[in-house]
Nanobody, 124 residues
Framework: QVQLVESGGGLVQAGGSLRLSCAASGRTFNTGAMGWFCQAPWHEREFVASISRSGDSTYYADSVKGRFTISRDNAKNTVYLQMSSLKPEDTAVYYC?????????????????WGQGTQVTVSS
């Protein structure tokens, strides 16, 4: 099993930036794609971004394209989400996810391991 721990969330003003980190431990990190999802109160968990094992392929939700960047450092077993030009509607709990295979996907069902989440709050 892979254990995932997110960090970097917090309170930021609209237009500001945050960088989320997700540290993985256990086996299979170096063989799997990773993703970020978010969940606001009374909403379903939604796809934000994903990255393939190699880092060559990335995917983004339309709502974050041009503002968020996903990256990974396999030597450090860590995936990042750089969030810029934040908006109040970005407020949510952000979850890191991992899957055993190398190709990145955009659905929650495609990931078998999840972190506990980190809160991001954007004030107007």
């Amino acid at each position: 099993q892979v254990q995932l721990v997110e960090s970097g969330g917090g309170l930021v003003q609209a237009g500001g930036s945050l960088r989320l980190s997700c540290a993985a431990s256990g086996r299979t990190f170096n063989t799997g794609a990773m993703g970020w999802f978010c969940q606001a109160p009374w909403h379903e968990r939604e796809f934000v971004a994903s990255i393939s094992r190699s880092g060559d392929s990335t995917y983004y939700a339309d709502s974050v394209k041009g503002r968020f960047t996903i990256s990974r450092d396999n030597a450090k077993n860590t995936v990042y989400l750089q969030m810029s030009s934040l908006k109040p509607e970005d407020t949510a709990v952000y979850y890191c996810a991992a899957r055993a295979t190398s190709a990145a996907v955009t659905t929650t069902s495609g990931y078998g391991a999840w972190g506990q989440g980190t809160q991001v709050t954007v004030s107007s």
